[in-house]
């Protein structure tokens, strides 16, 4: 990306490769923590950047969109200038303390995707128990597929494996599972899965104050923000359902568009983009990276966005993946429309 930045490259094939313009993913916003163990620091970036983010794109001359605009310009002739859409997964209280006055501040749009547990008070954010317990403890033993497993992590290298190797078999659970691996954990190593979720979390009220203002757009993302690869096809259609309906009666207002929870190829398949659609949503987007073409030439519910990673810094990096060089176009290949994935 720095050859393509400082070669100029990214001008010379932006044109054909940028797209009608870009979704760009944030999760947290908040003051740079000064912890040793930060496991979910890619998710995170300060406010002082998310300024940075916004000048700079005006600076680029980029339209900032909401959601229904970045949709309209999908299936449309290209237009002289590209978009860039703000979106937020999960319902995280940084959005209303930190990212929200930012927003505000530039009066620009942004869409907000919730899962509707979390601000009901009932939703679990099992990464923040992991990363709580892990923080602390040298030692960690839990059941695991039916068995007693233990780890010894007495390195921060240790702690990042371990995360990652345990993050990655959570999400793979089913509900029961997810929830008797959780308590299990808070169990033993006295972590309050409920009262982390709650103080980390967006409440109605907190969503009344961002309802207030036009330039905030409201989606979906399921009730549990569970992985809908690990559900079954009834159950993934209930949390799919249910996310909208929820978020319709609470807030009062259609909810037109979805986000997959987490996002990712792995996250969701192609019979669940079906239900986003037969639901009633106007799009659903993905983390999976890209940029989104004109001329209905990318499927409005399964839209690329760019997943910033918090850990850089750079802009220019911004630029070059805005210009959408690095990206293939998001179409099914024969052999990926065989198997049913995205």
Known sequence: MELAYFSGAFRLRE??????????????????QRVRFRPLKSQEITPAFLDRTIRALKRWQYDIVGIDEA?????TLPERRRFACLSFDGASKDIVTHAYPVLARHGVPFTLYLPTAFP???????????EDIIARESRISLVMDGRERHFVISSLSDKYELFDFLSGW????????????????GRRYSANAAQLSRSASLDWTDLAKLAADPHVTFGSATVNYSVLSSLRDADAQREIAMGKAVAESALRRPIRHFAFPFG???????????????AGFASAVSTISGVV????????HALPRIAWDGRVRSLRMMR???????????????HARDEGAV
Request: glycine letters at 8%.
């Open 264 to 278: 990712d190829r792995e996250a969701f398949r192609r019979p669940h983009v079906v239900m986003a659609e037969e």
């Open 120 to 130: 009901d008070g009932v939703g679990v954010a099992w990464w923040l128990v992991l």
């Open 320 to 334: 070059v993946l805005l210009s959408g060089v690095m990206f293939a176009p998001v179409r099914p290949t024969r």
């Open 71 to 75: 949709c309209r310009r999908a299936v």
């Open 15 to 32: 044109r054909e490769a940028g797209g009608a313009g870009a979704i760009l993913r944030f999760k947290r916003v908040r003051p740079a």
């Open 170 to 185: 959570l999400r793979k659970l089913s509900p029961a599972d997810l929830s008797y691996a959780v308590n299990d954990l």
């Open 293 to 300: 073409e004109a001329q209905g030439r990318t499927n409005l």
